[in-house]
């Protein structure tokens, strides 16, 4: 075993956790990819600009997890059907009009909210280990920008 894994006490749940979060992130990405290009309206056209670039930023979480996972020594999940069953948080589906962006921004406020409290709960996990607490308190530090860059769409 690597060093670097040896001082992973709780290697196990540390592995399974950043599963978790890294199929939230995949569907997170995808679901603002797809927000981003399905919201319309004058206030959608600015509303879709902030969807796209968190679009990436998820993408870039889950590829980060993903990193941690393999050097943990675990395997990432394989199939997209696995994600929505390992996520921690559960979006409802857009709305039936493209026009409704205030739902869209609620849904993911929610999104944004119970990823902020994964990661707060995930940070007590992994206390003794420095590198996978650094990565979730860099993601939770994003996570926290989102929620009130979107509060503030709706103010
Ligand atoms: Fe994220
Ligand atoms: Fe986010």
């Known amino acids: 075993m690597l060093k670097g894994q040896e001082i992973v006490k709780n290697r196990r749940e540390t592995i399974q956790a950043l599963n978790q979060a890294a199929a ?3 569907q997170a990405a995808f679901r ?10 004058f206030h959608g056209q600015q509303v879709a600009e902030k969807f796209a670039a968190m679009a ?9 997890l993903m990193e941690r996972i393999v050097q943990l020594g675990g395997t990432p999940f394989q199939k997209l059907s696995e994600a929505e069953k ?3 948080s559960r979006t409802p589906p857009p709305p039936k009009n493209p026009t409704d962006w205030k739902k869209m ?3 993911s406020l929610q999104g944004e909210r119970d990823a902020i409290e994964f990661y707060r709960k995930l940070m007590k996990v992994v206390h003794d280990d420095p590198v996978t607490n ?10 926290v920008k ?6 503030g769409l709706l103010e």
């Open 24 to 26: 939230a992130e995949l």
């Open 86 to 88: 390992l996520s921690f």
């Open 56 to 64: 990436k930023e998820e993408w870039e979480h889950t590829s980060e």
């Open 105 to 107: 921004v609620k849904d």
């Open 146 to 151: 989102d929620e009130h860059d979107l509060a």
């Open 32 to 41: 603002y990819l797809f927000l981003s290009h399905y919201a319309t309206g």
């Open 134 to 143: 650094h990565l979730i308190r860099e993601t939770l530090e994003d996570e």
